[in-house]
Nanobody, 120 residues
Framework: QVQLVESGGGLVQAGGSLRLSCAAS????????MGWYRQAPGNQREMVAV???????NYADSVRGRFTIARDNARSTVSLQMNSLKPEDTGVYYC??????????????WGRGTQVTVSS
């Protein structure tokens, strides 16, 4: 059973920084893409940043230049460094990984989410 656990959310003032981390656990053969998504109240879940197995990042236009995604394949972790935070960055942030568990094919896994609140 593969599980993703996020950490690092919280409350911060506009202009501040937060770092999110997500670790995968379980019997894992390999992990392809890793990413972060967010959902604000009343909105659909949207992609924030993804990083390929070759560590090539892709960012939403709204966060490019402010957020940095990174992965550690040895630890099966992905992080999101968020700088110059804005109130519109507020939402629940979800970790996402495309994982091949041992003995089965690739599937998409989600964490439970961590709340990020940016006050003005």
């Amino acid at each position: 059973q593969v599980q993703l656990v996020e950490s690092g959310g919280g409350l911060v003032q506009a202009g501040g920084s937060l770092r999110l981390s997500c670790a995968a656990s379980g019997s894992i053969d390999s992990i392809n893409d890793m990413g972060w998504y967010r959902q604000a109240p009343g909105n659909q879940r949207e992609m924030v940043a993804v990083i390929s197995s070759r560590s090539i990042p892709n960012y939403a236009d709204s966060v490019r230049g402010r957020f940095t995604i990174a992965r550690d394949n040895a630890r099966s972790t992905v992080s999101l460094q968020m700088n110059s935070l804005k109130p519109e960055d507020t939402g629940v942030y979800y970790c996402n990984m495309y994982v091949k568990p041992r003995g089965v094919s690739y599937s998409t896994y989600w964490g439970r989410g961590t709340q990020v609140t940016v006050s003005s």
